[in-house]
T-cell receptor, first 113, second 111 residues
């Protein structure tokens, strides 16, 4: 199984809502990533987990809160988002950070009203 | 820290060749190449880890000049399926576990 799954596919939320994005992989990868991608822009790194520990936080606002409950799962908790946070949120995984190819999930299209 | 890519966009006829360049102002540990089609997730093409390394993937190959902190992606005899946006991602020697993507090169192959 070489697939990274993400749920939901689409999410619309108000600025006062709390929601979560979910990412799952069963490839035995020990590195997992969250990226944010705006239209016609490259994926922008947000967080990196290595062996279930947060290793990189690219100065992301605290309204985004990542969680790695186990080696297969990665969550992104959202609270009090702004309209400019509307974007495609991509999850990826790899065997190791920096050395190996990243497998990307299809993404969650987030709209903040 | 974001690498620079050139050209921004290129249009090819089927069968033509193209080169996409990626450069960094800082010492590189690795260069990663991905292709993203519209509405889809990025797909891995190749990683170059050593200076001077060249890798091939069907009719797509890449080189890495560590001294110049540059990489080039070569697409030969282009096919319609090569259309998409190509991103190079670079990891610095000072933070090799963090890959930052360049702005992308939009490639369109027309019949």
């Amino acid at each position: 199984d070489t697939e990274v799954t993400q749920t939901p596919k689409h999410l619309v939320m108000g600025m006062t809502n709390k929601k979560s994005l979910k990412c799952e992989q069963h490839m035995g990868h020990r590195a997992m990533y969250w990226y944010k991608q705006k239209a016609k822009k490259p994926p922008e790194l947000m967080f990196v987990y290595s062996y279930e520990k947060l290793s990189i936080n690219e100065s992301v606002p605290s309204r985004f809160s990542p969680e790695c409950p186990n080696s297969s799962l990665l969550n992104l908790h959202l609270h009090a988002l702004q309209p400019e946070d509307s974007a495609l949120y991509l999850c990826a995984s790899s065997h190791r950070t920096g050395f190996d190819e990243q497998f990307f999930g299809p993404g969650t299209r987030l709209t903040v009203l | 820290q974001q690498p620079v890519q050139s050209p921004q966009a290129v249009i090819l006829r089927e069968g033509e060749d193209a080169v996409i360049n990626c450069s960094s102002s800082k010492a590189l540990y690795s260069v990663h190449w991905y292709r993203q089609k519209h509405g889809e997730a990025p797909v891995f093409l190749m990683i170059l880890l050593k200076g001077g390394e060249q890798k091939g993937h069907e009719k797509i190959s890449a080189s890495f000049n560590e001294k110049k902190q540059q990489s080039s992606l070569y697409l030969t005899a282009s096919q319609l399926s090569y259309s998409g946006t190509y991103f190079c991602g670079t990891a610095l020697k000072t933070s090799y576990d963090k890959v930052i993507f360049g702005p992308g090169t939009s490639l369109s192959v027309i019949p």
